[in-house]
């Protein structure tokens, strides 16, 4: 397989310098083979980190739903609650008004 380069017409330089690159070149082939494992585990975490981050702003969302709901129910409250203060209001004048004028008669 490599006998083109352990001809008697190579050097010992070249044949060292072939065998040099021989070597840098599988160990790039398997820093880059560790390299791409590396990508493809952070892709993978990534994605379940943002699975995550979507299953937390899913549960955000439907607690500001119910914190939503809440705050209309408070709402309705207060304004009945203003109505009922109102109507007494009404009445206590009503009432001041009617002692006023049976004193007065």
Known sequence: MFAWYEESTTTPFVKQLLHDLRDMVWRLKRENAKLSMAVDEARLELGQVGNVGDAE?????EEQKLKEQEAAALGDRVRKLENER???LYAFGLLFVAFVLFRVM
């Not at 702003?57 to 969302?61: E, P, Q, R, S």
């Open 57 to 61: 702003l899913i549960a955000v969302k």
């Open 86 to 88: 109102l109507a007494l």
